[in-house]
């Protein structure tokens, strides 16, 4: 078990992930015996991880301190904060607080995994309070591009450690109430020992636009549109789904939702008080083509361009209710996430040859950011008022730029932390110190397998996506030193086998030779026969083709007995 290097009188704070990347949040707040954790987190893959579906932190610390965890403690319900809860929850049952929509979203999760009645859970408001043996927990309320954003203060014995979640200064919110300034100011005049403080926009200078100037836009847009509107946008922006109903409530336009994200979302929002839609609003597939193109509003998934998302398969004409016409206006209301404008671009270019109009970008003002600007993280600074800070949530480039920013609020530079996964901070009411390391590396989860793809599985992937694979069979008799049938050569993804005969011909040869060399060795075995073939066939391909694809001997060991 690994133990930090942190005194009685130290409190320690750390990143299971969240650091030098977006994604994957799950900070920990340490004093003694009793730590709390906040949020828990996934991350999407990048390109290269081929074939897996989420990034989640490795928790064996948590799991080697579980006794010690007090809660886990949510500020929203965004992926990249809630995502890894189920799979945390398996490894650790601890108590989880969160907003009313945040446990909503984790009811459904744990229900998925066969865990909804095995976990404590408590529904908390910004005025929640709490309480442990040595440390205590209160929150106060932050806006976000989702309803229920709170910030977290976690009361030490050394002092208050802020974490604030994701979070921008909307004074004019759509669904929830703006933020609460005199709690952050109170916390910030009692004295904040360290705040961590969210990063994701430190490169932009500005004060990120409210989402009632997004309304606007978007009023303007249903005003000069006379056909059929598909809306498309984050089934978690509940306030964009908000604007976007209103709108067409307010022009007699009827609602159809396509996404199982989306009517997820919306059956949260009525029950929760943010949407106000009455029943006979919506309607289905079926009455939708009865009605004008005037009158409707399509809501769906697929701003992303993700490929089997609703809008996605409307534009590829692969939807079994849903096909564009030609005057359909379609609105993007988010902007592509890093890594999805590939796949964005291709859907706004089927979505326009089927002759859709397509509005999208903040050129047109449709979307705003859910995360603060500079100028955001300055007034949060300057109301917390840290004696020491640590950036979270964000690449290594943004949380450098918000250090400096720290510094022009009046944190000495020294006095931030640019930290890693891993990294221990001990503080205590005066001082600030590196405290050691743990492992907190990236876990790979493929389908149901938690952890069973590592870095071998990802380059055998890589390398078959890339080069193909060459398989070999034949059967052999070890004992005779025989070959029995074969060696015969199938290819995929590496030559057209119809057109490359010859290739294949002296390939079969070639192999054929190495198994007889390889059998007549004093210590020969199927391991010795396969690296044999392994080497001599790859040597080949490469020399006649510059390729390298995967080989794969399959061998069938006959009459091998002494």
């Not at 909307?170 to 109430?177: A, E, F, G, I």
């Not at 199982?260 to 929002?269: E, F, K, P, Q, T």
């Not at 694979?469 to 030559?495: C, K, M, W, Y």
Request: glycine share 8%; proline share 4%; aromatic share 6%.
């Amino acid at each position: 078990m690994k133990k930090l290097n942190v005194k009685n009188n130290e409190a320690a704070i750390y990143g299971v992930g969240g650091l030098g990347e977006i994604g994957k949040n799950t900070y920990g707040i340490q004093f003694q015996d009793e730590i709390i954790l906040i949020d828990a987190g996934i991350k999407f893959p990048e390109d290269d991880l081929l074939g897996v579906d989420y990034v989640i932190p490795d928790y064996q610390y948590l799991v080697d301190n579980k006794d010690k965890i007090k809660a886990l403690v949510i500020t929203h319900g965004h992926e990249d904060h809630i995502g890894g809860v189920p799979y945390l929850m398996k490894v650790l049952n601890v108590p989880i607080y969160a907003g009313p929509l945040a446990m909503a979203l984790i009811k459904n999760k744990l229900e998925e995994h066969g865990l909804l009645n095995s976990v404590e859970l408590h529904v908390i408001s910004d005025k929640t309070v709490i309480k442990f043996r040595k440390t205590k927990v209160s929150f106060f309320r932050t806006t976000h591009s989702i309803p229920d954003t709170l910030g977290v203060a976690v009361h030490t014995p050394v002092g208050v450690i802020v974490e604030t979640g994701d979070y921008k200064f909307d004074l004019t919110p759509v669904t929830n109430q703006p933020p609460d300034l005199q709690e952050m100011a109170r916390l910030g005049a009692e004295g904040v020992l360290c705040l961590m403080s969210d990063s994701t926009n430190a490169e932009k200078p500005i004060w990120t636009k409210s989402e009632k100037w997004v309304g606007k836009s978007i009023s303007h847009i249903f005003d000069n549109v006379n056909d059929r509107i598909i809306f498309a946008t984050f089934a978690s922006n509940i306030s964009r789904i908000k604007t976007a109903c209103d709108n067409a409530l307010a022009r007699g336009r009827k609602i159809a939702v396509f996404g199982r994200s989306m009517d997820a979302a919306i059956v949260n929002g009525r029950e929760l008080g943010y949407l106000d839609i009455p029943d006979d609003a919506f309607v289905d597939a079926h009455e939708l083509q009865s009605l004008p193109a005037s009158k409707t509003l399509i809501l769906c998934t697929g701003s992303q361009g993700e490929p089997m998302a609703a809008l996605s398969r409307i534009a590829n004409g692969t939807h079994r209710q849903i096909s564009i016409q030609p005057g359909d206006t379609v609105i993007f209301s988010s902007n592509p996430i890093p890594g999805n404008t590939t796949s964005v671009n291709s859907v706004i270019n089927k979505l326009e040859e089927a002759g859709a109009n397509v509005i999208h970008g903040r050129v047109n003002n449709i979307h705003t950011s859910g995360h603060g600007g500079q100028e955001e993280q300055k007034l949060m600074l300057r109301l917390m008022k840290p004696k020491f800070f640590m950036p979270i949530h964000g690449e290594y480039r943004m949380l450098k730029i918000h250090t400096e920013l720290a510094e022009q609020c009046g944190v000495p530079l020294d006095h931030s932390f640019i930290m890693q996964n891993g990294d221990v901070l001990a503080l205590s009411k005066d001082t600030a110190r590196m405290a050691g390391h743990f492992t907190a590396g990236d876990v790979y989860i493929d389908g149901s397998g938690i952890g069973d793809v590592g870095s071998i599985v990802l380059r055998d992937r890589q390398l078959l996506s890339e080069e193909g694979i060459v398989v070999v069979v034949a059967t052999i008799n070890l004992h005779n030193q025989e070959i029995q049938s074969g060696p015969d050569i199938l290819s995929r993804g590496f030559v057209y086998m119809r057109e490359s005969g010859e290739l294949l011909d002296e390939g079969r040869r070639r192999v054929f030779k190495t198994i007889r060399k390889a059998m007549h060795g004093k210590k020969a075995t199927e391991s010795s026969i396969r690296n044999a073939i392994i080497d001599d066939l790859q040597e080949f391909l490469y020399t006649k083709t510059e390729r390298h694809p995967m080989i794969l001997p399959m061998l069938i060991m006959n009459g091998n007995e002494k």
